[in-house]
């Protein structure tokens, strides 16, 4: 039995570097590897304890490694969007971080081996990386699709090509790769691989189209979804979105302990924000 | 661990907690998210989300925004109601001996009246603490609904009233739910506000106005308490509104609190409660208090009762 549940550590920066559009931090945060699944978050505080940003910031767990030269590290990735994430990307070596995780419920894997799908738009693609190990290790056949509006923006595609089967390259506007979304060649390549299953780390409206299409194909998905969070632990009620349980009922789940993977065919998207 | 030299012990009606550090309504769920975090059970009272009759399923999303050093949030009460809560969230906290106090909220006499009956008399519960609602800010509407709680209550069970700031006269309130039998006021909360996001040009939070917390509010929060004390100088009071550090805690018992509640600050750091307790308790030490009773309303002092030599700070 390994280790369960949340832990609250100090971290401290390891190294925080530039990479394209995003900023690649990584933190020696003993006791959060060896608890991370793929699929889990972590939330950092920003600044101490009298910090005047309040809430922390959700982050997908990239990679981790229990143990190594520093001790067990934890690594994400993140794009610039307001205070907070400003904030972050100006941490140094040795900065102390307040960090909570591993949070909410991991992407479910197959039992027998068999082909699986990953989409990963932006950002969103940091967090299939463990997963797609995951799913080599029970001899899964992973196929990628990584995707983003601008090449910057772009993450992983390099690391997909060592990693997966197959991997497929978008751009919205073309700059490398297939020009369009990132749903774009989905159709094409489930029919081609026969994929019994679709993971998708994306926007709210991208997981959307992602569902339906894997529902067209008979595949099951399983989809990261992204709400606001405010406490990430389950005790504030602000990430909630509709999901329909096994009994034809829909209710608002928690996004960040019910979550944030759900099941793509349960989503009521178009009420998510999608 | 908090300073064995200080009594922390607290009297909230008939029971006595084992410090004065609480949980704010709405901040520590139904208690068991906190469990990986630390001993729920270590903190004065747990003070649950708000219970309803009815399950309910809150307002639409956003919720929760962010503010300069406050938070600004309407959630709507979301939640299992009643029943879901007095048959798995309750047991949970009983079998665990968390001290336990139930917030609740009704929207008409009759269901407050129920809740009262139904958790005011379950075992494990020490106190209900009585979110207002609209009502709050009547002093008239607010006596009748406390003195209906209070009716169908255990004896021995304490009977908190939530205040709220918004009103000409805190004092007037607290007067209204003291009379109506209430044994302790809690001030306060969170006063209404609204935050537009320059984006998008509309308000960031689906209810358009929320409740807003944190420290922004403390010196609001403080104030109330200072004004009740001086007005009710027994009343037992629980001071929330920003409270992040012993610090923050000692200022709420020298305004005359008894005790205080930890909200948003869970968000920021879900172990804050005993953080708080526990730098409480050395703030009082190094003051000279033997216990934390004998700091409530201390700065009420007169000009010329000088603290003794060893009450000043060292
Ligand atoms: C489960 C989960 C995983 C995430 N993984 C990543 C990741 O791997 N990389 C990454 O760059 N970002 C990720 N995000 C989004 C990230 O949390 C937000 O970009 C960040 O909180 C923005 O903070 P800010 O102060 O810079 O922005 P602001 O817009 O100033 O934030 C204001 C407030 O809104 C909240 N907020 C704003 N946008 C979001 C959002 N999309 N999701 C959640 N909260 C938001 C913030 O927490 C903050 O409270 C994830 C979010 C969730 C919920
Ligand atoms: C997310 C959130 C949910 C809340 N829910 C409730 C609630 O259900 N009932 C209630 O009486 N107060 C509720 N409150 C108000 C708090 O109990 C408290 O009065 C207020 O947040 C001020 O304290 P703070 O500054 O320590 O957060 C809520 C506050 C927040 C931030
Ligand atoms: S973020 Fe607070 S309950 Fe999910």
């Not at chain 2, 409270?243 to 968000?267: C, H, K, N, P, Y």
Request: charged share 20%; aromatic share 4%; glycine share 12%.
């Amino acid at each position: 039995m390994s280790a369960r549940g949340p832990v609250q550590v100090r971290a401290s920066v390891l190294s925080l570097k530039k990479v394209g559009a995003y900023h690649h931090l990584t933190l020696v945060a003993p006791g959060i590897p060896e608890r991370t699944r793929p699929g889990h978050f972590v939330t950092l505080a920003v600044g101490g304890p009298d910090s005047a940003l309040l809430l922390r910031r959700a982050f997908s767990a990239y990679r981790v490694r229990a143990s190594g030269a520093y001790g067990g590290t934890l690594e994400i990735v993140f794009a610039v969007r307001g205070d907070g994430t400003r904030q972050l990307a100006a941490l140094r070596q040795q900065d102390e971080v307040d960090v909570v995780g591993p949070l909410g419920r991991p992407f479910a894997l197959p039992k027998e081996p068999v082909s699986c799908v990953l989409v990963g738009s932006g950002y969103g693609s940091a967090a299939l990386f463990t997963l797609a190990a995951r799913l080599q290790e029970r001899e899964c056949s992973v196929h990628m699709v990584v995707g983003a509006p601008t090449e910057e923006q772009l993450f992983g595609a390099l690391e997909a090509r060592r990693t997966a089967q197959s991997v497929t390259v978008t751009t919205e506007d073309g700059s490398v790769g297939i020009r369009g979304p990132v749903t774009g060649p989905l159709p094409d390549l489930l029919a081609r691989t026969g994929s019994e299953v679709v993971y998708a780390s994306a926007p709210v409206g991208t997981l959307g189209a992602v569902a339906d299409l894997a529902a067209q194909h008979g595949a099951w998905s399983q989809c990261t979804v992204e709400t606001p969070m405010a406490c990430g632990i389950g005790v504030c009620m602000s990430c909630v979105l509709p999901v329909l349980g096994d009994d034809g009922i829909t209710r608002l789940l928690r996004g960040c302990v019910d979550g944030p993977v759900f099941r793509g065919d349960r989503v009521r998207w178009e009420a998510a924000g999608a | 661990m908090p300073d064995p030299t200080v009594d922390l012990t607290t009297r909230l009606a008939d029971a006595t907690l084992a410090n004065p550090v609480l949980t704010a309504a709405g901040c520590a769920g139904v208690g068991r998210e906190l469990a990986p975090f630390f001993d729920v059970a270590e903190l004065g009272a747990l003070v649950t989300r708000s219970i309803q009759r009815d399950a309910r399923s809150g307002l639409s999303t956003p919720r929760v925004a962010e503010t300069a050093s406050g938070l600004l949030s309407a959630v709507g009460q979301q939640g299992p109601g009643v029943d879901g809560f007095l048959a798995t969230d309750l047991p949970w906290l009983a079998q665990r001996k968390v001290r336990t106090v139930v917030s609740i909220a009704g929207t008409t006499l009759e269901e407050y009246a129920e809740l009262a009956r139904r958790i005011g008399n379950s075992p494990g519960v020490s106190g209900l603490e009585v979110n207002l609602l609209e009502v709050a800010a009547d002093p008239y509407q607010l006596g009748k609904v406390v003195r209906v709680v209070r009716r169908e209550t255990a004896r021995g069970v304490a009977v908190l009233v939530k205040l709220t700031s918004e009103v000409a006269s805190v004092v007037d309130g607290a007067a209204a739910a003291a009379e109506a039998g209430a044994d302790g006021l809690v001030l306060i909360g969170g006063p209404r506000g609204l935050s537009i996001d320059p984006a998008t040009m509309r308000p960031r939070l689906g209810g358009v106005v929320g409740g807003l917390s944190g420290p922004a509010i403390k010196p609001i929060a403080l104030r109330c308490v200072w004004q009740v004390h001086a007005a009710m100088p027994g009343m037992p009071l629980v001071g929330v509104g920003g409270v992040r550090t012993g610090a923050d805690a000692l200022e709420f018992l020298l305004a005359g609190a008894t005790a205080v509640q930890v909200g948003s600050a869970i968000l920021h750091d879900p172990s804050a409660p005993l953080r708080v307790r526990d730098e409480l308790g050395d703030l009082l030490a190094a003051r000279g208090f033997d216990r934390a009773a004998d700091a409530v309303g201390y700065a009420h002092r007169k000009p010329d009762e000088e603290p003794h030599e060893e009450l000043v700070q060292r």
